[in-house]
C-alpha cells in the first residue's frame, strides 16, 4: 500500500516564531501561506507543515498522488481505494472520503497510540 509523500503537521502557536525556529534548523519555506497560518517547510527530504489554529494536535500526514516535491505522479492509488483497503482490515476511519467523489480528499484515522494520521489527496 502506497501512501504517498510523507510529513508532519506541527500544530504551532505563533507561525512566524516557529518559522524562524525552523529556519535556524536549515528547513526553507516550500509551499504555503503565512497569512492564512499554514507554511510548508523542507530540509532535504524531511518535510514538516505548519499549522496555527487549524489542527487540535500534531498529525502524521501522507498525501496520496504527490512526490515529496509536491508534483503529481501519473499514477497511484487513489485515496478512496486505500480507504476500503484499509476498512477492509479492521481500521477505524475518523473521517471518511466521499466514496462517490473522485479528486481531492481525505480520511482521517487515529493508531494503537492516539497519533492522527491525515491522508490527504490533493490531485
Known sequence: MELGAFSLSLVVKDIAVSK???EN???????????????????GNAVIG???GMFEKNLLTFN?????????MEEFTDIRELQRQLKKQGITMI???DETSSGP???MI????????LVDQHV
Open 64 to 72: 496520496p498522488g504527490w512526490t515529496s516535491n509536491a508534483q503529481p
Open 110 to 117: 487515529v493508531d494503537p497510540d492516539g497519533n492522527t494520521i
Open 105 to 107: 480528499a481525505f480520511f
Open 20 to 22: 524562524h525556529f525552523y
Open 25 to 43: 534548523l536549515g528547513f526553507k519555506p516550500f509551499m504555503g501561506d503565512q497569512l492564512q497560518n499554514w507554511l510548508i517547510l523542507k530540509n
Open 95 to 97: 473521517t471518511e472520503a
Open 50 to 52: 505548519l499549522f496555527q
